[in-house]
């Protein structure tokens, strides 16, 4: 079946430090996604990208990057990873010929 | 994208169907309605969707007013394992903007 992955699921990591969280789908989907999640302010959209090559700012891409080589992969890197980026992170994927989305079962990301 | 407004929380029992208001007073043509749930610490799920006709699937039914106003995502028969964030979102392209939902909690 197909399916969207992240990895790691957890990860601890130091201030300063440069981080990637994987997030890897076998839809085949053009679109893709990272939203994080913290207490009180919900899912917020840090980046995405509509295919390969392509990628755009969301709401609160501020010290997050994203590259696109190929279809299945969007990884998120943490340049310098500081404390206010302690969260969850969720990957999402959808088709370009629907707006149905699907989520990865999330990274905890905690930043000390 | 449209504003939508939905009741913080609301209980409902088991078996019984759950009816979640949603209000986007603001909608624009070509925009749909979107309702996705998240249970706990889980990725978020999607429901159903629709633009201008009610729909059902396996899930749930949408309920979208015929000026478009307002909708109502409804559970037949709620379960515990529909405990869970409730979200509606009204968007015409492929980005999703998740507001804070509707926190339903079934009851035995």
């Known amino acids: 079946d197909a399916e969207i992955t992240q990895s790691p699921r957890h990860k601890i990591t130091e201030t300063g430090r440069q981080v990637t969280l994987a997030c890897h789908q076998t839809?085949?989907?053009?679109?893709m996604f990272w939203y994080r999640q913290d207490l009180g302010h919900g899912l917020r959209l840090i980046h995405y990208?509509?295919?390969?090559?392509?990628?755009n700012k969301g709401e609160v891409s501020d010290g997050y990057s994203v590259s696109r080589s190929n279809t299945e992969d969007l990884p998120l890197t943490l340049e310098s990873a500081a404390s206010s980026q302690t969260s969850v992170y969720f990957c999402?994927?959808?088709?370009?010929?629907?707006?149905?989305?699907?989520f990865g079962q999330g990274t905890r990301l905690t930043v000390v | 994208d449209a504003k939508t407004t939905q009741p913080t929380s609301m209980d409902c029992a088991e078996g019984r169907a759950a009816n979640l208001p949603c209000n986007h007073s603001?909608?624009?043509?070509?925009?749909?309605v979107y309702w996705y749930r998240q249970i706990h610490s889980q990725g978020p799920q999607y429901i159903i969707h629709?633009?201008?006709n009610n729909e059902t699937n396996e899930m749930a039914s949408l309920i979208i007013t015929e000026d478009r106003k307002s909708s109502t995502l409804i559970l037949p028969h709620a379960t515990l394992r529909d405990t869970a964030v409730y979200y509606c979102?009204?968007?015409?392209?492929?980005?999703?903007?998740f507001g804070a939902g509707t926190t339903v909690t079934v009851r035995a």
């Open positions: 839809w085949n989907h053009n679109n």
């Open positions: 603001t909608i624009s043509g070509n925009e749909y």
């Open positions: 979102i009204v968007i015409w392209d492929y980005k999703l903007s």
């Open positions: 999402a994927s959808s088709d370009s010929g629907g707006l149905e989305a699907f």
């Open positions: 629709g633009l201008k």
């Open positions: 990208s509509y295919g390969v090559h392509d990628t």
